[in-house]
């Protein structure tokens, strides 16, 4: 059994920046490929972003790459979210959940946490 829970969401003007975390309770964190989503208003939850448990390997959705840099560390069970040059489309709610499968199934990935909301003003 894994709990997370997601903090460090906030409004932000466009183009900046914020870090969510995601900590996670249970020993099996770490084994865990783990990842990022979001939903916004009126349209269906989506993959941001993943990590191995190894954090070798890391997969964007081509919406945010080259502007948010998933991380995890291990040792204190938490995975962040670091968030640059945020717009307006990336206004949601985040969850951090997992394990994460390849290719990603979001209704098949078990744990989830209860969301961050992240509101960017344009």
């Known amino acids: 059994q894994v709990q997370l829970v997601e903090s460090g969401g906030g409004l932000v003007q466009a183009g900046g920046s914020l870090r969510l975390s995601c900590a996670a309770s249970g020993r099996t964190f770490s084994t865990y490929r783990m990842g990022w989503f979001r939903q916004a208003p009126g349209k269906e939850r989506e993959f941001v972003a993943s990590?191995?448990?190894?954090?070798?390997?890391?997969f964007y959705a081509d919406s945010v790459k080259g502007r948010f840099a998933i991380s995890r560390d291990n040792a204190k069970n938490t995975l962040y979210l670091q968030m640059n040059g945020l717009k307006a489309e990336d206004t949601a709610v985040y969850y951090c959940?997992?394990?994460?499968?390849?290719?990603?199934?979001?209704?098949?990935?078990?744990?989830w946490g209860q969301g961050t909301q992240v509101t960017v003003s344009s």
């Open positions: 990590i191995s448990w190894s954090v070798r390997d890391t």
């Open positions: 959940a997992g394990p994460v499968g390849d290719p990603v199934y979001i209704s098949q990935i078990p744990y």
